[in-house]
């Protein structure tokens, strides 16, 4: 998809156990929507519709969005499109606060059907300081089409979302890690419909060794291997009931010491998961992964 492989992950359906697609991620600055020396080959509309996030300004502000923070994600299946992700994060309020900020940025990205979004999210999000709360990414479909916004923050207002049980489930399992230098990133997509979708990226310390502010120096204490975080995580994860002991031999098939994975739940109306996705790193930065 790229002219490179930077990050590559396999999504599997963890209830089938099925491999149902790739997703390739590389960063802004290194595809056709910056040089067109780059790949991806792109249609006028998709390019126009990427193009238009990846170089959007706000207004009245100078906060800036560095190009090399940004991310293009391309979800596949053999040569069939199935979904774009443009990762371009910054604060929410810097669009929320003013209703013309908020029309100028969904317009300027082309993202109209996105204004039914607003609501629910500021509903969620009204607990916590508007300095938390980011606005990450925004997703499209094979067409290029508005599909859903991501959102975190680190603690959600559920009021209305009483009889939704998994979702209260899956706030409380990440809310559990307060603190924790591993500590689970939830990340909450809102469609302009109001349907939700979570998503839960595992967060790993990297480098063999961290440094801990201890009088008088800093000291340098050896980090926890990725792999035993990565078995914690999952671990709590089975205790919250969020994914079953049996997947974990599913995932000890394709796992190895260094793996990296995320996880994302499609949730019915009811509060039931309708689906799991596991994104299973198979490339992470150039570095191939010895689990692929």
Known sequence: MFSAEFTTAHKYNLKTKERISTVSIMPYDYTSLYDPQYLPNLD????????????????HTLYELHDDAKLV?????????????????????LVSTDIRNWNHFIS?????????????????????????????????????????????????????????????????????????THQPVGVIGFSHNGDIKV????????????????SPLPTRVENTPKSEQREYQISQMVAYGLIDPEDLDFMDSIFSDDSRCDFEYILNEDGTIKDIYLYHYVTYEFKKLTGA
């Open 108 to 180: 300027t990205i082309k993202c109209e059907e996105m204004a039914t979004c607003k609501a629910y999210i500021d509903r969620m999000t009204d607990t916590t300081d508007i300095g938390v709360t980011y606005l990450t990414s925004v997703e499209y479909d094979e067409n290029c089409d508005f599909k859903y916004v991501n959102i975190f923050d680190s603690d959600y207002n559920l009021v209305g979302y009483d009889d939704n049980a998994s979702l209260h489930l899956i706030n409380s399992f990440c809310k559990s890690f307060d603190g924790s």
């Open 73 to 93: 994600k391309i979800e596949y299946h053999d040569d069939t499109i199935l979904k774009y992700e443009i990762v371009n994060s910054f604060p929410y309020h």
């Open 199 to 214: 998503s839960i990226k595992l967060s790993f310390n990297d480098g063999s060794y961290r440094y801990e502010k201890l």
């Open 44 to 59: 006028e509309k998709s390019f126009d519709v990427l193009k238009s996030f990846c170089a959007y300004r706000f207004l």
